[in-house]
């Protein structure tokens, strides 16, 4: 596999740190009620993403070591870390969320489990193409998610994982995209397909799993597709290593 040397990772480093600080601006003393009909949509889709948004990330860690260690990177360990607890807090507010309101969190999920062991034994560029993926159309689904409650904390909730899932899509875009464009072209170009394969593969089962939020966020399959290959345009479309350079 043609990995690199990624340099320019001290400003995702510095970002990483800081985010670490900032809780969102969650009105968590706010009294709401949802709906039933509220609950009704949003609650099996809710439950399913707090789940997906939990992970210990010990094999993209442990994958993150070995790249360090095999390029001497100071940064991309902590970094990672850094990401992970980000993770981490995305299923706690959603985790608190659903407490507040009494609803029920899912322990298994089939998605879930066929996304995290595609995750497994790939090796840092796929597990990390596997996960933004799976943020790219989390950028979608959240902003849906947004639309369908009258919860102003819910709302919040979504506003700062947005902001998050963002950053990460930004970071781990450079990062494929420098560790992709030290391929040889044929070898670019298979990783770009796999990767559009898999993307609108994902697109269509997120969209057959939780089109009851989709739908009430306004969007049907074109208009979730085409909002989601929109964001997929935006990190992948012309933008080169922004940031991060790759060295042999
Ligand atoms: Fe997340
Ligand atoms: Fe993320």
Redesign the pocket.
């Given at each position: 596999m043609a990995l690199r040397k990624l340099e320019g990772l001290k400003a995702w480093h510095q970002y990483f740190s800081k985010n670490r600080l900032n809780v969102g601006d969650i009105p968590w003393g706010l009294k709401e009620t949802l709906t039933q009909d509220e609950r009704r949509c949003i609650g099996k889709s809710i439950a399913a993403f707090q789940l997906g948004?939990y992970s210990e990330g010990r094999s993209l860690f442990k994958f993150a070591q070995e790249y360090a260690a095999r390029y001497d990177d100071e940064h991309l360990v902590e970094i990672t870390q850094l990401?992970i607890r980000?993770?981490q807090n995305?299923a706690l507010l959603l985790k608190r969320f659903m407490g507040t309101h009494g609803m029920s969190l899912s322990t298994r999920n089939w998605t879930d489990t066929v996304f995290r062991r595609l995750r497994k034994n790939v090796g840092y560029e796929l597990s990390v193409t596997v996960?933004i993926t799976?943020?790219i159309i989390?950028l979608v689904y959240y902003a849906a998610l947004k639309e369908c409650t009258a919860s102003v904390v819910l709302g919040k909730i979504c506003d700062k994982?947005l902001a998050?899932?963002t950053a990460?899509?930004e970071y781990?875009s450079e990062v494929l995209n420098c560790i992709r464009n030290a391929k040889p072209k044929l070898l670019r170009r298979a990783a770009n397909l796999q990767h559009r394969i898999l993307f609108f593969g994902t697109v269509l089962v997120v969209y057959r799993e939780h089109r009851s939020v989709l739908k009430r966020g306004g969007y049907g399959l074109r208009e979730f597709r085409s909002a989601c290959w929109s964001e997929y345009r935006k990190a992948f479309g012309q933008k080169g290593c922004a940031r991060i350079t790759a060295q042999a």
């Amino acid at each position: 596999m043609a990995l690199r040397k990624l340099e320019g990772l001290k400003a995702w480093h510095q970002y990483f740190s800081k985010n670490r600080l900032n809780v969102g601006d969650i009105p968590w003393g706010l009294k709401e009620t949802l709906t039933q009909d509220e609950r009704r949509c949003i609650g099996k889709s809710i439950a399913a993403f707090q789940l997906g948004e939990y992970s210990e990330g010990r094999s993209l860690f442990k994958f993150a070591q070995e790249y360090a260690a095999r390029y001497d990177d100071e940064h991309l360990v902590e970094i990672t870390q850094l990401f992970i607890r980000e993770e981490q807090n995305h299923a706690l507010l959603l985790k608190r969320f659903m407490g507040t309101h009494g609803m029920s969190l899912s322990t298994r999920n089939w998605t879930d489990t066929v996304f995290r062991r595609l995750r497994k034994n790939v090796g840092y560029e796929l597990s990390v193409t596997v996960l933004i993926t799976a943020e790219i159309i989390a950028l979608v689904y959240y902003a849906a998610l947004k639309e369908c409650t009258a919860s102003v904390v819910l709302g919040k909730i979504c506003d700062k994982i947005l902001a998050d899932e963002t950053a990460h899509v930004e970071y781990e875009s450079e990062v494929l995209n420098c560790i992709r464009n030290a391929k040889p072209k044929l070898l670019r170009r298979a990783a770009n397909l796999q990767h559009r394969i898999l993307f609108f593969g994902t697109v269509l089962v997120v969209y057959r799993e939780h089109r009851s939020v989709l739908k009430r966020g306004g969007y049907g399959l074109r208009e979730f597709r085409s909002a989601c290959w929109s964001e997929y345009r935006k990190a992948f479309g012309q933008k080169g290593c922004a940031r991060i350079t790759a060295q042999a």
